[in-house]
């Protein structure tokens, strides 16, 4: 792109159309691309649920991924971009068709692992799967202590509601 000096104080010599377009490259939103390095989760297929890291580009629809999570339960193949979803996470370092050693070598170094499950979509992730094995019996505690927290949250707001 353009320098920032021109951004910032040349854009009144640009045309309407173009200072507009120009101006939204600075502050886009979106900031999830498909890198060398970028970790993606499986969302379909034999390897659902698990972390990859994208190490080379195939085409528009295909790229070549590793695992990335505990194990490396992924081995390298190609894989299509609608089965993956991009992370936040990128591995620093990480270079087109790096060598399986010192991809795991980096991963380890920056605890990909360990800043997965610290996120958000880690943390659902797991809460869902640890839901998904519960016995009978651990569903029914369940919903007994729903009914519990479902019982004192009226309490409270009845005795609020009065209050007022």
């Known amino acids: 792109g353009f320098p920032g000096w021109f951004v910032e104080e040349r854009t009144d010599l ?4 173009k200072r507009s377009a120009l101006l939204a490259l600075e502050e886009m939103p979106f900031k999830r691309f498909v890198e060398f390095g970028r970790v993606a989760l499986v969302n379909y297929g034999p390897h659902e649920g698990k972390l990859c890291t994208i190490l080379d580009v195939v085409d528009q629809n295909r790229c070549l991924v590793e695992g990335a ?5 992924i081995t390298r193949q190609i894989i299509n971009f ?5 992370t936040d996470l990128v591995v620093d370092g ?7 050693e010192k991809l795991a070598k ?7 692992a360990e800043k997965w499950t ?5 943390r659902k992730l797991a809460a869902k799967k640890r839901r998904a094995n519960l016995t ?11 009914k519990k927290r479902s019982a004192l949250t009226n309490v409270t707001y009845k005795a609020l509601k009065a209050g007022k």
């Open 14 to 17: 640009l045309p309407t159309h």
């Open 69 to 73: 999570g505990e194990g490396n339960e």
């Open 94 to 100: 990480a270079k087109r068709n790096m060598k399986s």
């Open 118 to 122: 610290a996120t958000n979509w880690g």
């Open 136 to 146: 009978d019996f651990q569903r029914f505690q369940v919903m007994v202590l729903n």
């Open 106 to 112: 980096l991963l380890k170094e920056q605890n990909i």
């Open 82 to 86: 609608k089965r993956l979803s991009l």
